[in-house]
């Protein structure tokens, strides 16, 4: 499977912005899929996942109520969708795709990451 995710910019604090990742190949619906994110001098860190067929979803209690992730297995894509955003946000964002499920420690492909900034 090959990732690509986009959608990063530059967005004011209390904005919105959605980011997507793109992935290809037949068995895009037989991986959990997850967001992460690595803010300058800070380790990599999980952000939200979705299950396989979408119809759960967890996240990281610093984007709980604010982010929503999402997935389109007809189309082959996952979106994580940021509102109220925050400078704190401000990250490289990373999908990555798991074989072992929603609560994987795992993940087995990585995409290469878009930009978000967010302004105060």
């Known amino acids: 499977v090959q990732l690509q995710a986009s959608g990063g910019g530059l967005v004011q604090a209390g904005g919105s912005l959605r980011v997507s990742c793109a992935a290809s190949?037949?068995?895009?619906?037989?991986?959990?899929m997850a967001w992460f994110r690595q803010a300058p001098g800070k380790e990599r860190e999980f952000v939200a996942a979705?299950?396989?067929?979408?119809?759960?979803?967890r996240y990281a209690d610093s984007v709980k109520g604010r982010f929503t992730v999402s997935r389109d297995n007809a189309k082959n894509t996952v979106n994580l969708q940021m509102n109220s955003l925050k400078p704190e946000d401000t990250a490289v964002y990373y999908c990555?795709?798991?074989?072992?499920?929603?609560?994987?420690?795992?993940?087995?492909?990585w995409g290469q990451g878009t930009q978000v900034t967010v302004s105060s």
């Open positions: 990555a795709a798991s074989l072992g499920g929603l609560l994987s420690s795992i993940y087995n492909y």
């Open positions: 190949g037949r068995t895009f619906s037989s991986y959990a």
């Open positions: 979705v299950s396989r067929s979408g119809g759960s979803t």
